[in-house]
């Protein structure tokens, strides 16, 4: 796997679904969690995808002033170098805010020297696999109920959105 | 002798012997002795010799029968009335149609014309059949020949025909603040000025109730903000008495006192004056919460219209930063956040959001705060819609930040787009004028005969210009007829609206006609299509061909730019307009397709793209929309609206509702709004986004309500649709 190359399945611009405000979105393929009732289960398989230069979807991404940014798949975390790359460099170029979704736990996660590295780019972190058991349409941003949504760095928003965390800033 | 007929249509026409006498011989045929050409002749000889100068076409038919029955050939007489019944039958039969589907409460695109009147109800049904007797009356007696036949042809659309005969003009903003400081005579009660804030919301219901059934349009309040601020604070002022008679201690010093802004407090640990200014503003948030309350409510249950329709009312809002205004917005705000009844969404009255860069727009200004939270509620909501005034085109140089009364310098729009602002013949101002009434030109049929008869681009456009200003001045031709007789009607027609409501109607008397006062009001020009009038003339629309973004802006601009001429020429506001055509949607669309077949991107469809619109079923992003959509606002002076349909549950996604009015502030759009889908269980109340939900996933039941945006009003369920407006629906994608 390169570290400058993402296989990605798709990028949505200016979606009003996948995080506040309109959001250019990075739908990466690949993931092994394999989550019984997975809406998206195409995408687990790297197969379908195609492998983007990060330096493009940088490009694309900072193409558009308006649009916050969000990592979705798949599970960004199975690509966690080229992500760390991509989201360090929109950091560099812009102050735009990344989410990101993945299937692992925060904890988990910290526990992983190289999934850990993305954590300082990231601003908000949703985490924890989907379980089918557990499903609520009516959450947002979230399919069920373990799943939190944690703004690593900084203070939630006024208006808190049900299920989100404050956590310290990871070491 | 006599000299001319007066047919069936109120034309005259030369008199014709030779008419009577084929008429005699048709009848004489079909008898055993047949033709006697002798006898004919006789007849309508003796007719033409009358003592008259003229004789409608069924006196002469009489004297025909009468002069018949005094010959021998009776049987001939009988074979003439029984002729004469069966075309006066046949005529009739069109309409007995008609009114025939109105009595079986049919749904089709008769009844369902209108999405917000309810057609199978009694009084509905007793406006349908009026309605459709007027139009042809209309067809027939007031138009004249060359705008009878563009409208036949399907090249102009006449808006509310039905009404014609009634003289009615379309809207008005209302000067609110008349009524309340006057008072107001409605029916068989007089009303006194108001004195605190129950009585202002309710008599701002009655004064649109009111001037609704004097007009066929939408009613609006142009600063809704600050004509309800004053009765805030003679609520306060009433509540300080309150506090003063309950304590038996003199508050009255306290009524002038300046309150920073009214939020409920707990009164723990207040005393003396402190708790009692704290427990007025209390008492004074929660009776402006009712009184919004009762405001939405009645705006949504009353039906002071035939047809069970409610107003279509809207009310601008968002600019009065005093404590009062803000109170009035944010209760309104709350309300509207709250719902109706059980929580359901209102669906009047429009509300609209009045964008101002150092008042309500930008993080420093003072009503930043409701700015957000009217964001939170348009996502939930729908409203507010948005109206930016820092559109080029909507600034006004005499609008200054300390001048009490600066809200008649600001812009404020109907919801449903219709904008009245410049004014060639008064004050520039939207208050107390509306428009007057409304033709579309089918621009597409232009475009697509202009594309059979050429086959090169630029001698097809050309030939498109060349029929598109016979369209407008055709247009101008007919508004000014209307304007004409709409002119002839008297100030006693519309009791409350040329009572002061109206610019400059105070100084009219009862007998005086209105022709002095009704300049301040518009005339409109409107289109549909230009996204199918484009692939006519060049093969794509201007979502996705700059080309056709050019020619598109080229024909928008000319049109504005010849319609200005009108005022010159007709001397009245003559103004172009982006038409939203809720009836309109398919009928143009299902005549052209019968006359030209189905042509691929242009009558493939059951309806024409609203106004100046990319199609809704084209994939792009927000932004892509606002910077194809926004150069057309500036052009369409009669109203506009930028649209965009938002994916996932907007409830939970305020900031995107910000982004968008960004896009506004951005590309110079003048009015927009956010469309998404809302399910609501009947039976249980649960509400959510999920698109074609059929069964409640709460308590399982399947009569689910949803709400959808039809020119710029809510429809609270799709079943009163018309077909051309189910199907573009149908192919609403969303845009990312």
Redesign the interface.
Known sequence: MRADQICILDV???????G???RTAIYCAGCKHACKGCHNPQSWDMKNGHWVGVDELLEEILA?E?SNVTFSGGDPMYQAPAFTLLAQLIKQYSNKTIWCWTGFTYEEILADETMSQMLPYIDVLVDGPFILEQRD??L??RGSPNQRIIYLHGEPPE?I?PGTVKIEKPR | MVKHVIKRDGRVVDFNNQKIVSAILKAMDVTEAGEDIVLAAKIADAISKLDVDGMSVEDIQDCVEMELMKSPRKEVAKKYIAYRNQRNLARKAKTNEIFQTIIDAQANDITRENANMNADTPAGMMMKFASEATKSYVDECLLSNDVREAVAGNYIHIHDKDYYPTKSLTCIQHPLDKILENGLRAGHGESRPAKRIETASVLACISMETVQNEMHGGQAIPAFDFYLAPFVRKTFEEEIDKVSAYTNTDYSDLKPIKIDDYIKRDLTGLQGKDRAVQHAVNQTVSRVHQAMEAFVHNMNTIHSRGGNQVVFSSINYGTDTSAEGRCIIREILNTTYEGVGNGSTAIFPIQIWKKKKGVSYLPEDPNYDLYKFAC?VSARRFFPNFLNLDASYNQDDAWKADDPRRFEHEVATMGCRTRVYANAFGPKTSIGRGNLSFTTINIVKLAIEAMQEEQDKETRIQKFFQKFDWALDIAAKQLNERFDFQKTALKKQFPLLMNGLWLGSEKLSDNDSIEAVINQGTLAIGFIGLAECLIALVGKHHGESEEAQELGLRIVSHMAEKINGFTEIYKHNFSCFATPAEGLAGKFTKRDKKTFGVLPGITDKDYYTNSSHIPVYYHC???HKAKIEGPYHKYEGAGHIFYVE?????T?????I??IV??MDKYDIGYGSVNHNRNRCLDCGFE?A?KDLHEC?HCHGHNIDTLQRITGYLVGTTNRWNSGKLAELHDRIV??
């Open positions: 949505l611009h200016q979606t009003m679904a996948d506040p405000g309109f558009d308006m349409t009516e947002l941003f208006d959105i | 939170k992003t927000p932004e938002i994916d996932g549950d907007a939970h996604n305020p900031e995107a910000m982004q960004d896009l959510n999920e996933p845009h990312k």
